[in-house]
């Protein structure tokens, strides 16, 4: 998208808490931002429109915010999902970790500068989570049982390498491989964990005490 200005459609059912989140996109990423208060006319707004970003409310009347990502993902796979919930219970967030979106952010703890910095991560290519659902994964929360899954030792370091927010291309300079090796590599861990895209096979693998994140 160089030279494009970043368009990023919020979707949330509360109007001021809508309105509030583009008009804060606007001055903190200088981002074109749409609004819209339910599934149904995102989705309606996304066939019509050009959209790089969307952050979308978990819980929504209707169409869940949950259900909305799966078909965003799905209809939309050039648009970079942000889920945002109020509510951070294990159910919740599960939910939002299951769907592979490359962010999620805690409404009540959310400043500007983290969904400026959650924004760049994603359309970078990057995971972003918010600092609290990093720690209580790291921590072995939300009562999963660890799937009997190995990794080899490059695979390993691959996976750390892109827990850390290294893109493809990155990690293949710092291992010192092809691009398309480590491609390689990588589509044969979302093959052994049945994950669809790298935001999914770190979530999972976090989950399920295959990587621990440190720092």
């Known amino acids: 998208m160089a030279g494009a ?15 509030g989140l583009a008009a804060l996109l606007e001055k903190q990423v200088q981002a074109k931002s749409y609004t819209a208060y339910n599934a149904d006319a995102a989705l309606t707004f996304l066939n019509q429109n050009r959209v790089h970003v ?28 942000i889920g945002m919930t109020s509510f951070d219970e294990d159910e919740t967030i599960l939910e939002l970790l299951r769907t592979g979106i490359p962010g999620i952010l ?11 910095t959650c924004v760049h991560s994603v359309m970078a290519g990057k995971t972003y989570y918010t600092k609290e659902i990093w720690n209580r994964l790291n921590q072995g929360g939300y009562n999963l049982i660890k799937e009997t899954i190995r990794f080899t030792r490059r695979e390993f370091e691959l996976l750390m390498l892109l827990s850390e927010g290294n893109s493809t291309k990155e990690a293949a300079e710092i291992l010192n491989l092809k691009e398309s090796t480590v491609e390689d590599y990588r589509k044969v861990m979302l093959k052994k964990t049945h994950c669809k895209n790298t935001a999914e096979l770190i979530a999972f693998s976090l989950r399920n005490g295959l990587l621990y994140r440190t720092g």
């Not at 805690?106 to 400026?116: D, F, H, Q």
């Open 5 to 19: 200005q970043l368009r990023v459609l919020v979707v949330d059912d509360h109007a001021l808490t809508c309105e």
């Open 54 to 81: 969307a952050l979308v409310d978990a819980r929504m009347p209707g169409m869940s915010g949950i259900e909305l990502m799966y078909r965003i993902q799905q209809e939309h796979p050039q648009v970079k999902v």
């Open 106 to 116: 805690l409404k009540r703890n959310t400043s500007g500068e983290e969904i400026k």
